[in-house]
T-cell receptor
């Protein structure tokens, strides 16, 4: 049973718009992550967030920012989307192993 | 840097035949990373299939097995007899820093009835 919940499942938007994706985990984990799966199906970590400490993958553009209200939530905001942001974004959380949500598919037109 | 390479897909295997999906890794930031196989079934999220955290050990789940071989830096996934329900995309991954994972490119597996 999925314990990492992401919304929306799909989102289509235009270049330059701002988008925000939600993620909630019910596992009581302290660490959450965002991963990106691109058009070539490559999965790469974007952020990890633990105890208000954010670790950013250096390749992530600055228009991306995670937002956390508490340790069960880690949202992802993209300030001004670009075509190459089209991808599936996976939220995850971990204690001893990593659990993933089903993903949000973003299409930028 | 750290990396994971696995069998290029798609792979098609007949039901009840054996399967091997190769996975090799390169770890520079950690000597003996934890190793994982994740699977994504159609319409579902990515889920852990099996993991091994000790070199030389074997992990198993749902009939699949993988052995952590530090000499060859490999973690191949094997199953003696596949079923149609095994059709999915399989990802090999290593943990380079407390839950931060590096994934292989994924191998799409289709099972012929």
């Amino acid at each position: 049973e999925t314990a990492v919940f992401q919304t929306p499942n799909y989102h289509v938007t235009q270049v330059g718009n701002e988008v925000s994706f939600n993620c909630k985990q019910t596992l009581g984990h302290d660490t959450m992550y965002w991963y990106k799966q691109d058009s070539k199906k490559l999965l790469k970590i974007m952020f990890s967030y633990n105890n208000k400490q954010l670790i950013v993958n250096e390749t992530v553009p600055r228009r991306f920012s995670p937002q956390s209200s508490d340790k069960a939530h880690l949202n992802l905001r993209i300030k001004s989307v670009e075509p190459e942001d089209s991808a599936v974004y996976l939220c995850a959380s971990s204690f001893t192993e990593v659990f993933f949500g089903k993903g949000t598919r973003l299409t930028v037109v | 840097g750290d990396s994971v390479t696995q069998t290029e897909g798609p792979v098609t295997v007949s039901e009840s035949e054996s399967l091997i999906i190769n996975c090799t890794y390169s770890a520079t930031s950690i000597a003996y990373p934890n190793l994982f196989w994740y699977v994504r079934y159609p319409g579902e999220g990515l889920q852990l299939l099996l993991k091994v955290i000790t070199a030389g050990q074997k992990g198993s789940s749902r009939g699949f097995e993988a052995t952590y071989n530090k000499e060859t830096t490999s973690f191949h996934l094997q199953k003696a007899s596949v079923q149609e329900s095994d059709s999915a995309v399989y990802y090999c991954a290593l943990d380079y820093n407390q839950g931060k994972l590096i994934f292989g490119q994924g191998t799409k597996l289709s099972i012929k009835p």
